[in-house]
C-alpha cells in the first residue's frame, strides 16, 4: 500500500503522464491535408523515445517513434517512479547528465532520445537527543546519523526554523555518516531544532524537499536542585548505587541531592546494582544509564532483570512483532499476533514446546522463552454435479484444492444434447467449455445439458463485461451464442448499447455448437449515464422459439475517468482497489478487471495516472 500511494502523490503533483504517440500520426495526418504545394515544401524529422529501465520511470512524449515538422521545438518531459532517478539523456549518442524539466530539442535531424534512470533510495537523517533542558549559559551537543543515499553529504542544523550552521562532506572525502554541532541558546526559552541532509543526488532539489530529521526540543532554565535516586523493581525495594556526574565520580551515593547546579548536566548509574540487576530506565523512561538533566526534580534509575523472547515462524505468515530475537524485562507481557499470508490459516503457537492456539499469544517474560507460529495452507472443496445428456471432466464428485488453485472443468455434450449453462452456488455463469473456477472459497459447479430441438432454434447464452467504464474508454464485451437447434445456420449478432448499436457480426454454427464474441464498445460520445447493453442474434429460417434470441446484461455505468467501483466517485475506495491489483496483468493471481481503468490489460502507473488526474471528483 506504501509503495501505490507513494506513486499517486507524484503524479497528483506533476500532472499527467506522457502523450501517446497517437500525438504525432495526428500531426501527421493534419500535415497531409495541407496543399500539395504546401506538403512538397515541408520537412519531417523522427525522435526516438527510449526509457532504459522500463521500469524506472516514463518521459511525455511517450516511447516510440515520433514525427515533427522541422524547426519543431519539442519539450521533453520525465518522471520518475518511486525509488528511482533520472541520470542522464543520451541523444544520438551525446549525454546530458541531470537535464532539465522540460528538456526542449529543435527538430532539425532525426533524432533517438534514450532516458537512463538508476535505482535510487534517499539518505535518512535521525537526530538525537530530541529533548533537552539546560541553562542559559550552557550548551548541548546534537548527533545526526545519516543512513543511505550517496556522500558527499552537507547538512544543514536550523533552530526555529533558520538555518544556523552547515556541515559539509569534502567532494573528494573522507565521508561521515555522523556530524555533531553544538548549540548554546541566546537566551531563556523553547528552542525547537533539526537538520536537513542533502547527498550528491538531490542538488537540484530546493531545502524544503531534503530529508529532515525529527525535531528536538530544548527549554532552557534557571539552576535547579536535582536528587538522584535508584530503585529495584526485583526486590521492591530502594538500592544504593554510586553517581557519576559529567563523567567524573562525585563520592555520593543514591539518594543524593545536588544543590544549586548551574547548566546542563549528565548523570549516570551502574548498569548493574549491587544484587547483580540489569539497568532498566530512569523514572523519565529513558533507557540510558546517563541521563541529562537541566531542571528540578527528582531523577529515578529503575533496575530490573531481562529475558530473552526468540520468536520464530513457518511458511505461510509472519508475525507482529516480527521473528527474531527480543530481550524483555522480567515480569512484562509481550502480546504476539499471527499474521498469515493469503491462502494461509493460522493453526497454533508452539510456546516452549506446548500449544496455544489463540491468534494472539500473551507471553510473561518470567522466564526465557521460545515462541513458534505454525500456520496451515486453506483447503477448499469443489462439488462437481451434471445433468443427464453430457459428461464433465473431472467425473462429478467432491474434490479438495488449495487455496488459489485455478481449476479447469470441460464438459462433452451426448448426441442430441448441448450445454446449457454452468451454476456455481447456485448462480447462473454463463456456457464457456472450460469453465475456469480460482479455489477461494468451498463450491459448488452444476453443469446443466439440455437436448436440442429438432428445429432451428439459436440462442444468445451470456453477456460478460466489468459494470463501470470511464468516459472515451474502451470496454470490452464477450458475448456467447449457441446453436441449439438440429441445423448448421449462418447468424447474425447485434449488440445494442440502449437503442444505439455498437457493432453487427456475422457468423456460422453447427448444432449444438457455442461461440464466444468479443466486442468493443467505444464510449467516446457517450454521456455519463447507466446503459442496458442488448445482444440479439436474428431469428434463423422457420424458427419458431425467439424467446432466447434477446440477451439483456442489466446496466452499465459510463463515469469519470478513475471511477473503479462505480460509485461516480474518484476517492481512497477505488485508489485502494487499484492498488491491490497494482502491477498485474490479464490472468495474473490478483488481477482485477476493474482497475484496468485504461482498458490496455494491465494495470500500471498509466491506470494510476488516470485515476490521479480526477482524485476528488464526483458526477451525483
Not at 516514463?58 to 515520433?66: K, N
Not at 502480546?335 to 500449544?355: C, I, M, Q, S
Not at 459448488?444 to 470511464?470: E, M, R
Not at 485504461?598 to 488526474?613: F, T
Request: with cysteine; glycine share 8%; aromatic share 12%.
Amino acid at each position: 500500500m506504501r509503495l501505490q500511494i507513494k506513486v499517486l502523490m507524484i503524479l497528483l503533483l506533476f500532472g499527467n503522464i506522457a502523450v501517446s504517440g497517437s500525438l504525432a500520426k495526428s500531426l501527421a495526418t493534419t500535415s497531409n491535408q495541407r496543399s500539395e504545394e504546401s506538403a512538397i515544401m515541408t520537412t519531417y524529422y523522427t525522435l526516438t523515445v527510449i526509457v532504459d529501465p522500463v521500469d524506472g520511470g516514463w518521459l511525455r512524449p511517450e516511447t516510440g517513434t515520433h514525427i515533427y515538422e522541422a524547426g519543431t521545438v519539442v519539450s521533453v518531459y520525465w518522471w520518475h517512479q518511486p525509488d528511482w532517478l533520472l541520470y542522464y539523456y543520451d541523444i544520438n549518442g551525446t549525454i546530458i547528465e541531470y537535464p532539465t524539466r522540460p528538456y526542449n530539442i529543435t527538430m532539425n535531424a532525426n533524432y533517438v532520445l534514450r532516458a537512463v534512470y538508476f535505482q535510487y533510495f534517499p539518505p535518512t537523517i535521525s537526530l538525537n537527543p530530541l529533548e533537552a533542558t539546560m541553562f542559559e549559559n550552557s550548551s548541548v551537543a546534537f548527533v545526526t546519523t545519516v543512513n543511505g543515499g550517496s556522500p558527499p553529504y552537507l547538512v544543514e542544523w536550523c533552530v526555529n526554523d533558520v538555518k544556523v550552521h552547515t556541515d559539509a562532506d569534502p567532494d573528494e572525502g573522507p565521508y561521515r555518516s555522523s556530524f555533531e554541532w553544538t548549540f548554546s541558546p541566546t537566551g531563556p526559552g523553547t528552542y525547537s531544532l533539526f537538520a536537513r541532509v542533502r547527498d550528491s543526488w538531490l542538488i537540484a532539489l530546493p531545502r524544503d524537499q531534503w530529508p529532515k530529521s525529527e525535531t528536538a526540543t530544548i527549554s532552557v532554565n534557571d539552576l535547579s536542585n536535582i536528587t538522584i535516586k535508584a530503585y529495584c523493581l526485583a526486590e521492591g525495594a530502594d538500592v544504593s548505587v554510586d553517581i557519576s556526574m559529567d563523567g567524573s565520580p562525585t563520592g555520593y551515593k543514591t539518594p543524593h541531592t545536588f544543590i544549586n547546579l548551574p547548566g546542563i548536566h549528565a548523570f549516570a548509574v551502574p548498569l548493574v546494582d549491587t544484587s547483580g540487576y540489569p539497568f532498566k530506565q530512569w523514572s523519565t523512561n529513558q533507557t540510558s544509564a546517563t541521563i541529562t538533566v537541566a531542571s528540578d526534580g527528582t531523577y529515578v534509575a529503575y533496575y530490573q532483570a531481562k529475558y530473552g523472547l526468540n520468536i520464530a515462524t513457518g511458511v505461510g505468515g509472519t508475525t507482529n512483532p516480527s521473528p527474531g530475537a527480543y530481550l524483555y524485562f522480567a515480569e512484562s507481557t509481550v502480546n504476539v499476533t499471527a499474521k498469515p499470508y493469503t491462502g494461509y490459516r493460522f493453526d497454533h503457537w508452539e510456546l516452549d514446546g506446548v500449544n496455544f492456539t489463540s491468534s494472539v499469544i500473551c507471553v510473561t517474560m518470567d522466564a526465557a522463552h521460545n515462541l513458534k507460529v505454525v500456520y496451515a495452507q486453506i483447503q477448499c472443496t469443489l462439488n462437481i454435479s451434471t445433468t443427464e445428456g453430457g459428461s464433465v471432466d473431472p467425473a462429478p464428485g467432491l474434490y479438495t484444492y488449495s487455496y488459489g488453485t485455478a481449476v479447469l472443468v470441460t464438459t462433452s455434450a451426448n448426441s442430441g444434447y448441448y450445454l446449457d449453462r454452468w451454476e456455481l452456488d447456485g448462480v447462473y455463469v454463463g456456457v464457456a467449455n472450460p469453465f475456469i473456477i480460482k479455489m477461494c472459497s468451498n463450491s459448488t459447479l452444476h453443469a446443466i445439458f439440455k437436448q436440442l430441438n429438432p428445429g432451428h432454434d439459436v440462442s444468445v447464452k451470456w453477456i460478460d463485461c466489468k459494470p463501470c467504464v470511464g468516459q472515451t474508454y474502451p470496454l470490452s464485451i464477450t458475448i456467447t451464442v449457441v446453436n441449439v437447434g438440429s441445423y448448421t445456420e449462418c447468424l447474425n449478432i447485434t449488440l445494442f448499447a440502449n437503442s444505439t448499436l455498437i457493432r453487427g457480426q456475422n457468423i456460422t454454427l453447427n448444432s449444438g455448437e457455442s461461440v464466444r464474441l468479443l466486442f468493443t464498445w467505444n464510449t467516446t460520445g457517450f454521456e455519463r449515464a447507466n446503459y442496458v447493453l442488448t445482444a440479439f442474434v436474428a431469428p434463423v429460417l422457420e424458427e419458431s422459439e425467439t424467446a432466447d434470441n434477446t440477451f439483456t446484461y442489466s446496466s452499465v455505468l459510463v463515469s469519470i475517468q478513475g471511477d473503479i467501483n462505480g460509485d461516480r466517485r474518484v476517492n481512497g475506495k477505488d485508489l485502494a482497489a487499484l492498488s491491490k491489483a497494482y502491477n498485474t496483468k490479464l490472468g495474473d493471481q490478483f488481477w482485477d478487471t476493474r482497475a484496468d481503468i485504461n482498458g490496455d490489460s494491465k494495470i500500471d502507473g498509466r491506470d494510476i495516472a488516470v485515476l490521479a488526474r480526477h482524485f476528488g471528483e464526483a458526477d451525483l
